[in-house]
């Protein structure tokens, strides 16, 4: 990935599945956006016209279970934060997200499928200069014992999160990423979603989890992880609640500048965090270009290649 320039996709991809929550199908294009366009949402399959969203904080209209985002006249796209991370993670600026539901579809739980996607489509440059948020003084929220802070960085963007479960089998755990295309792809890009088998009662009461299952969550109980294939890291819920926070702060319009540390963050939290920030004019600048370069390392080069009975997840909104 080159910081001088702005990128886009080449050409169109799909991907196809269920929504989480919803258990109903759905299908996702991703595709090319102008210059400075970011990444916008087209709501497809509703009645009269299409509606578009902008994948940014200020359209964001809940975090309690996932990250929604919508418009004045109500949510237009859930679960947003995979789908924004792959690109945002792969060193996509702009791209257009065409979807027919109402959720993005959580394929096997992680961003593979839509990193798989982006690979398809290939990412090109474009003509104008690279935009980025630089943090130029730390910014924190605290919800409860849940703590997140953006703060200034030498270079690039680095993000550090624990987690501390109650339940025995997840326990504490912490990662860090330095966020580059290669390392995304390698380090988090398959870490998949997870819950516990205890709050499958109580999300489907609510109408949630509906499309949950051991091919797209990894689950727990109180003493066992429950996938007969295992983990596919060690530390894997770890390694996605990094994949959520790239995805939550992709809403920021623009790559970040900085480093993300969070403690028993959430979707709620993230967002919190962001927003904060983006309040605070003193608190960031935009850059470009060869200011940017002179800030930040470059990060290697975007490559190509790589591409059970049900069960309910625990997205509980802070507690991880």
């Known amino acids: 990935m080159k910081f001088s320039r702005q990128t886009t996709l ?164 912490s990662y860090s990423l330095e966020l580059a295309p290669e390392r995304f792809r390698r380090e988090v890009a398959r870490a998949r979603t997870f819950g516990l088998m205890c709050d499958q009662a109580r999300l489907w009461a609510a109408g949630y989890g509906r499309g949950a299952s051991f091919d797209n969550t990894v689950v727990f109980d109180e003493e066992r992880l429950l996938n007969p294939e295992g983990l596919r890291y060690a530390d894997e819920c770890a390694r996605h609640k990094v994949l959520d926070v790239i995805g939550d702060l992709a809403l920021a319009g623009l790559p970040l500048l900085g480093a993300y540390r969070s403690v028993r963050g959430g979707h709620k939290l993230n967002h919190a965090v962001l927003t904060a920030l983006l309040a605070d004019r003193t608190a960031w600048r935009v850059v470009e270009g060869e200011v940017a370069r002179r800030t930040t390392r470059p990060v290697g080069e975007v490559g190509r290649g790589i591409v059970g009975g049900r069960i309910a997840a625990a997205y509980g909104p802070d507690v991880s």
């Not at 993005?104 to 398809?120: K, L």
């Not at 948020?133 to 030498?154: H, M, N, T, W, Y």
Request: charged share 20%.
């Open 10 to 173: 080449r050409a169109q991809a799909s991907v196809a599945g269920v929504g989480v929550h919803s258990g109903l199908p759905v299908t996702l294009t991703i595709g090319p956006a102008p210059v400075d366009a970011g990444f916008i949402f087209v709501r497809t399959g509703l009645e009269g016209r299409d509606r578009e969203v902008q994948a940014t904080a200020q359209q964001v209209v809940a975090t309690d279970l996932a990250t929604v985002l919508g418009d004045d006249d109500g949510p237009l796209v859930s679960t947003a934060e995979h789908i924004l991370a792959a690109l945002r993670g792969m060193g996509v600026d702009n791209a257009t997200i065409e979807i027919d539901g109402a959720e993005v579809p959580i394929m096997d739980g992680s961003a593979a499928a839509f990193v798989a996607a982006i690979d398809q489509a290939g990412i090109v440059n474009q003509s104008a200069q690279r935009r980025f948020i630089q943090v130029l003084k730390p910014v924190s929220v605290a919800i409860g014992d849940s703590f997140g802070e953006l703060r200034p960085c030498a270079d690039g963007f680095r993000i550090q999160i624990e987690i501390d479960f109650a339940n025995p089998v997840i326990g504490r755990q």
